[in-house]
């Protein structure tokens, strides 16, 4: 008997995404929680890569960027990253999440990678 779509293990790459404003009062220390949680979350399995981005127009607006192995490992991180002590500072410091989504990462059709 064949496993479902819903629950069959992915092999594609997944792309954590999340846009959040922090709070104005948090500025000055929301980078270093920054690096921390992305310091922490290079120990869960699945994990690639990560990128921390700031506005320049805002800055209090900011982005994760985390590259994981499959959706499982990426949803799996979100639900570890609940309880690490690391991610307390950081969640209390966002005023707003504005994007929080897990994408599969599409092969370029151009045979060029990149922006």
Do not use: K
């Amino acid at each position: 008997m064949s496993q479902s779509a819903t629950t069959t293990p992915t092999t594609t790459p997944c792309l954590e995404i999340a846009v959040s404003d922090v709070h104005t009062s948090a500025l000055d220390e929301f980078p270093a929680q920054q690096v921390a949680v992305h310091d922490a979350l290079r120990a869960v399995p699945g994990f690639i890569a990560s990128e921390r981005l700031q506005g320049l127009s805002t800055p209090t607006l900011f982005a994760d960027y985390i590259t994981w192995a499959s959706r499982e490992s990426a949803e799996a991180a979100a639900a570890q990253m609940a309880v690490m002590p690391v991610a307390a500072g950081f969640m209390a410091s966002i005023r707003t999440m504005r994007t929080f989504a897990h994408l599969p990462v599409q092969p370029s059709t151009s045979g060029e990678g990149g922006l």
